[in-house]
Structures are given as structure tokens and as C-alpha cells.
């Protein structure tokens, strides 16, 4: 079955270490977002990519960093810099032609914590 | 994208239809209404999407009125797994891919027993 995969589901992380979350989509999309969710908080946009090796900052980037090697693959990094990680990170995908079905697919979460 | 005001929270007993209104006075006349809903520490959920007509799936009925300016989402018999947070979205078409869905803060709806 096709779908967007986010690993791992709970991350703990000690301060001053970068961390890498995962996600994976086979659903042939060329687009990939990613979003940060506080505790009672809608999500807010970080990265997001249109198309392998291209990718633009969101409102809240700084402290994060991604990379789209693979049309399949949208890894996103938290860096020593961002200053308060800990929250809920959800990664999603979409078609870019407007002639595709044009909703948002998302992955489970990843729940980092930092200790 | 045209900002959306929803009702914070919203109570419904199990087996009744869930109404959950949202308004969009700035929508443009090439933005559409995308619903979506995210049960707790799960990410969102698409439910529907419409420009004008009322549209109808599997899973809700979206009611857009004449002049656009607000809509409805129905659950047509919610259960206690539909108690979620649902987040109304208002996005240009050709805006897919280009520019990422921006969420407000959504309606709590809690389906009582």
C-alpha cells in the first residue's frame, strides 16, 4: 500500500546533539513539507521541497536543516541550535500539478524529546 | 491563502450529525476549502475539499453557501472516533505543491457517549 512513513515514532535527545528524523513516502509525489506541532498548538511549516535538490524555508527553519537527495526521501535534522526541540514533527506529501488529486498526505509523527 | 475563523470547541452525541462551521469572507474566487482533522498524536487526516458545490464522500457532506463566504462540514453519524481536532483551509488550486497548507488552530470536537 502506498504511504508516508515517519521514523522513529518517540526520539529522546540530549542537549547539544543533532538529530535526524526520517520520513518516506511511495506515493510518487513531488512534494514534501515538514511541520512542527506544540502541545494544544495547529502545526507549523519548517521545510518543505517541490522537487529533488530544492527545497525552501518555512516560518520557523532556524535551528533545522533538510536535504531531498530522493524524490522519496525527506530527511529533516535538528540542529544545537534550535533552541527548544522538543515537540511533535509531522512530515507530509503532495502531488504538484494541480491536475492530480491536490490533498496533503501526512505521516504519523515523530515525538522528540529532548532530555 | 484566505484566513479561516472556526469555533475553538464543540460537543455532539454519538449517532447525531456534526456540524462544524467555519468562515472565509476573504476567499477568492480561485481558493478552495480543504477540511482536514487530526485525531490526538496522529498526524492530520484529509477528509474533503470544494470550490462551490457541495461535495459528499465516504467520510463527510461540505456545504459551501452561494456567496462562499462560509461553509459546513458534516459528519453525518459521528462515532466517539471522530472526536479530533478539524482544521477548515482555504488554498488556491494551483497553489498544490507550491505553497504548503497553512493550519489555524482548528475546532475540538468532542463526540459524547
Known amino acids: 500500500d502506498g504511504g508516508i512513513t515517519q521514523s522513529p515514532k518517540y526520539l529522546f535527545r540530549k542537549e547539544g546533539q543533532n538529530v535526524t528524523l526520517s520520513c518516506e513516502q511511495n506515493l510518487n509525489h513531488d512534494a514534501m513539507y515538514w511541520y512542527r506541532q506544540d502541545p494544544g498548538q495547529g502545526l507549523r511549516l519548517i521545510y518543505y521541497s517541490q522537487i529533488v535538490n530544492d527545497f525552501q524555508k518555512g516560518d520557523i527553519a532556524e535551528g533545522y536543516s533538510v536535504s531531498r537527495e530522493k524524490k522519496e526521501s525527506f530527511p529533516l535534522t535538528v540542529t544545537s541550535a534550535q533552541k527548544n526541540p522538543t515537540a511533535f514533527y509531522l512530515c507530509?506529501?503532495?502531488?504538484?500539478?494541480?491536475?492530480?488529486?491536490?490533498?496533503?498526505?501526512f505521516g504519523q509523527g515523530t515525538r522528540l524529546t529532548v532530555v | 491563502d484566505a484566513k479561516t475563523t472556526q469555533p475553538t470547541s464543540m460537543d455532539c452525541a454519538e449517532g447525531r450529525a456534526a456540524n462544524l462551521p467555519c468562515n472565509h469572507s476573504?476567499?477568492?474566487?480561485?481558493?478552495?476549502v480543504y477540511w482536514y482533522r487530526q485525531i490526538h498524536s496522529q498526524g492530520p487526516q484529509y477528509i474533503i475539499h470544494?470550490?462551490?458545490n457541495n461535495e459528499t464522500n465516504e467520510m463527510a457532506s461540505l456545504i459551501i453557501t452561494e456567496d462562499r463566504k462560509s461553509s459546513t462540514l458534516i459528519l453525518p453519524h459521528a462515532t466517539l472516533r471522530d472526536t479530533a481536532v478539524y482544521y477548515c483551509i482555504v488554498r488556491g488550486y494551483m497553489d498544490t505543491g507550491r505553497r504548503a497548507l497553512t493550519f489555524g488552530s482548528g475546532t475540538r470536537l468532542q463526540v459524547q457517549p
Open positions: 507530509a506529501s503532495s502531488y504538484v500539478r494541480p491536475t492530480m488529486n491536490t490533498e496533503a498526505f
Open positions: 476573504t476567499i477568492s474566487g480561485n481558493e478552495y
Open positions: 470544494g470550490l462551490k
